[in-house]
């Protein structure tokens, strides 16, 4: 295919694996009764380590990144308004932690030789059909704000606004950034 077919055809691409991530995680189940940090920990925490996984592309870090947001929201419990507050605070949390790392990242590069990124990990790549392969190899090659928009959009199945709010840029921001990292990232499979 030529021309704007293949643009939708790899943007709906895209749109589809995000999304069978976010539903292979299923949703957690509501709390019956009074909220504790350990029923967050036990309902949120792998897809929390997902959504960090795809944003730092490193296991141990993204486990790393999800441990320092429930560390922070222990420390403020006391300041809790309820179940959904806590939610996206952790997902705040483990976006700027992810931030930090790949700022961090950045760093390192700047004093030492640039390395060979990290490979996935056999069993998260096996879990995956090649083409949603493909689709998350191109994702990691994104800047870290389009990688982000787009993961939280598709994975993390957020509103326009929630994202907005998750990263601490305007709406406006989001809806130009989630277009031009899908125009970037049919450009960069289209090249594979």
């Not at 055809?9 to 009764?33: H, M, Y």
């Amino acid at each position: 295919m030529v021309g704007p077919d293949r643009n939708s055809g790899g943007i709906a691409r895209v749109q589809d694996t995000l999304t069978n991530l976010r539903i292979q995680d299923g949703a957690a189940p509501a709390p019956t009764g009074p909220l504790t940090l350990e029923d967050l920990y036990r309902q949120h925490r792998m897809r929390l380590v997902r959504l960090a996984l795809l944003l730092v592309d490193e296991p141990a870090t993204a486990e790393d990144v999800v441990q320092e947001a429930f560390t922070g929201l222990h420390r403020n419990w006391s300041n809790l308004r309820d179940a959904q507050a806590a939610v996206g605070y952790l997902r705040t949390a483990v976006v700027n932690g992810s931030r930090s790392v790949l700022r961090r990242r950045k760093t390192a590069r700047d004093y030492t030789p640039p390395h060979v990124a990290n490979a996935r990990s056999a069993e998260s790549l096996a879990m995956l059909t090649a083409e949603h392969q493909a689709v998350v190899r191109a994702l990691s090659q994104l800047p870290p704000r389009q990688r982000e928009v787009l993961v939280l959009r598709y994975y993390g199945d957020l509103s326009e606004a929630e994202i907005a709010e998750a990263t601490g840029i305007s709406k406006g921001t989001v809806k130009s950034t989630a277009s031009r990292a899908l125009d970037a990232l049919q450009k960069i499979m289209a090249g594979s």
